[in-house]
């Protein structure tokens, strides 16, 4: 059994202005470097031999905070946060609610459905975890695509109740078993840094 950790970037300016981010960047704020530094400690302790981040620099840019720049590791496309189209740079309050999972309204105006999202961060996770000697990973990546794909693993319900428990806040780390003889995900916790006194 193999081990995913899935980890969500540092706080943003688009995330302290509560704007939309989506598909576009924006910088890590100094919270979300103290954020980062504080889940380095525990990165510290996992063993961790690869890791991998989407291409956006607010996930890389946390990687290399985490890993103490000390991990060689790759970037891909299929890990980035979804594309909002329109909404991208707007405020966070017009995102549609995600109550029973019915917040497919961007691609009505040229973003992504979750299912896409989730089907390309699914593909490509379970591609990386399959590869030789990948027992420990760490990806960096974000909070809709770790959502999309969380729904995918543990349903749409169980999701809404996270997220309702702010458990996909900057710098958190969804921990998951891989089965690779079943090429399967199973949940088993999230894990929240200690943010006190930043």
């Not at 688009?14 to 910088?27: M, T, W, Y």
């Not at 019915?102 to 379970?126: H, N, Q, T, W």
């Amino acid at each position: 059994m193999k081990t995913l950790y899935l980890m969500r970037h540092g706080q943003t300016l688009f995330n302290q202005k509560e704007l939309i981010q989506g598909a576009c960047d924006s910088p890590l704020t100094d919270r979300g470097i103290k954020q980062a530094e504080r889940a380095a400690d525990i990165i510290d302790t996992l063993d961790i031999k690869f890791a991998y981040c989407s291409t956006a620099e607010r996930a890389s840019d946390t990687l290399e905070i985490v890993t103490r720049n000390k991990m060689p590791y790759e970037r891909h496309k299929e890990l980035k946060e979804r594309n909002f189209a329109i909404f991208e740079g707007e405020s966070e309050k017009l995102h549609p609610q995600w109550e029973n999972g019915l917040d497919d309204i961007y691609p009505l105006f040229g973003g992504e459905s979750s299912l896409d999202v989730s089907a390309r961060v699914m593909a490509k996770c379970k591609e990386i975890m399959m590869q030789k000697e990948h027992d420990k990973v760490l990806i960096v990546s974000h909070a809709g695509a770790i959502s999309c794909f969380l729904r995918e693993v543990i349903g749409i319900e169980a999701v809404s109740e996270l997220r309702k428990t702010n458990s996909f806040d900057n710098c958190s780390i969804v921990k998951l078993k891989f089965d690779s003889s079943e090429n399967s995900f199973d949940f088993e916790t999230i894990i929240k840094p200690d943010f006190t006194g930043i």
